[in-house]
C-alpha cells in the first residue's frame, strides 16, 4: 500500500454538508423501516452532534426512532476508497437491543464494517468484509475493554488485498482478501434495534432510550 499522505475526512455529526440524515439506499425504499434485516429501526431525520446515535421506542407500533447517517447524497458526498484507514473512537452501549455501527455501502454492495456490537454478547465485536464471501470474524475481546459503555478505538485498514482490523491499537483480523483496487463505498454510522430474532428484543415504555457515542471518525488517505 502506498504511504498515506493525511487526513482526507473528519467527521462533524451535525453538519448536512457531510451527512445525510435517516435515509439509506441500505433499507428498502430508503427506509425508514428495514424489517427484513430484523431490525425494529424507523429511521428519524435528525443530525447526531457530540456523536451521540439513539433509538428511541415509538408509541404504538413496536418500532423504535432511530439515527442513521450516511454521505451518500450529501452535498461532499465523500466516499472511502481502497488503501484508506479509518479511525474511530466510540463508547459502545449498555441496553438490550441496542445495535450500533459502522460501516460502507454503495450500489447495494460495497460493505465493509468497521464493527457492528449487541450487548447480549459484552465481549465480542463483529468485524466483517462482505465484498468476500466467509471473510467476518466475531472477535472476542480478553482484557476488558470491549464491554457495555467501555469506549475503544477502531483501525480499519481498507486495503485491496487485505482488510485489516486494529482494536486499541492491536491488530485482531487481516482477512487477506481485501476489498479490491477500484473500491469505494458512503460511509453509515447509525444505531439499529434487534427485533429478538437472533438477539434480545428491547422493552420499555414509549420514550425509552438506547445510545451509543462515536467520540470521533476520521479517514486517512
Known sequence: MAALTGTVFTADFSSARQWVAGRSSAYPNMGPTNRGDHKLDYLFRQYCPGGVFSAVARAGDGLWNCNLLTT?????????????????????????????????????RNEVDVFEYHPDNPNLLELSNHMSSGSYLYWRDQSGAVAPGGTIDLRVTLGARS???????????????????????????????????YHPRPSGPAGTRLSWVCHSLTVER
Do not use: C, K
Not at 466510540?90 to 441496542?98: D, I
Open 163 to 197: 482488510v485489516d482490523w486494529y482494536v486499541n491499537g492491536r491488530r485482531v483480523y487481516a482477512d487477506g482478501r481485501g476489498v479490491g483496487v477500484g473500491w469505494h463505498a458512503y460511509l453509515i454510522v447509525n444505531m439499529s434495534v434487534s427485533d429478538g430474532t
Open 72 to 108: 451518500e447524497g450529501s452535498p461532499d458526498g465523500f466516499q472511502v476508497r481502497a488503501g484508506d484507514v479509518l479511525r474511530a473512537r466510540v463508547t459502545l452501549p449498555t441496553g438490550a437491543g441496542a445495535w450500533p455501527a459502522i460501516w460502507t455501502w454503495r450500489d447495494g
